[in-house]
């Protein structure tokens, strides 16, 4: 027999291997989510995905899935709600508060909150009523757009 020391032994290995498990595991997920109707071109909108996703990728994210969406949907809270939930995910970037109607509150009732322009970071709030997470989800008003108007000689 040997006396091969104990993992417990060694609290040098012991941190060491728990050092390789964090560099093996997968980095935490983000969703990315845009407003398409701010955006004016293809163009716009691929730039748009660009930066947030370079944002992920600076705040040592994995982007999980793109949520685009439209006017033609009342209900973008609630899809980005279950589609967080879904994915198991607790983090959403944006380009900018706009996208997400210019309030972070609709947001951080339920994840973190990214933005690219400027890049702030806007925390889920640990203290949320049912009634919060109501509003937050609440249908946005029909006819209701944070669009902008559309540059000259642009076509929708």
Known sequence: ????PEPDDNPDQLAEALEMARSLAQPDKAVIYIFRPLLT???????????????????????AQVLTVDNSNQDRMGMLYRLLRQIDCA?????SMAHVGG??????????LQTVNP????????????????????????????????REGVKR
């Not at 027999?1 to 091969?4: F, L, N, Q, R, V």
């Not at 983090?91 to 380009?95: A, Y």
């Not at 702030?120 to 006819?143: I, M, N, Q, S, Y």
């Open 1 to 4: 027999m040997t006396d091969a």
């Open 91 to 95: 983090v959403v970037i944006t380009p």
């Open 41 to 63: 071109t293809k163009a716009d909108l691929d730039w748009a995905e660009f930066y947030a996703r370079q944002r992920a990728h600076a705040l040592g994210l994995r982007v």
């Open 119 to 150: 890049a702030e970071c806007h925390h889920w709030r640990t203290k949320v009523f049912a009634t919060d997470l109501a509003e937050a989800l609440a249908l946005e008003p029909v006819g209701h757009s944070d669009a902008r108007e559309p």
């Open 103 to 112: 309030n972070p509150r609709r947001v951080t009732a339920f994840a973190d």
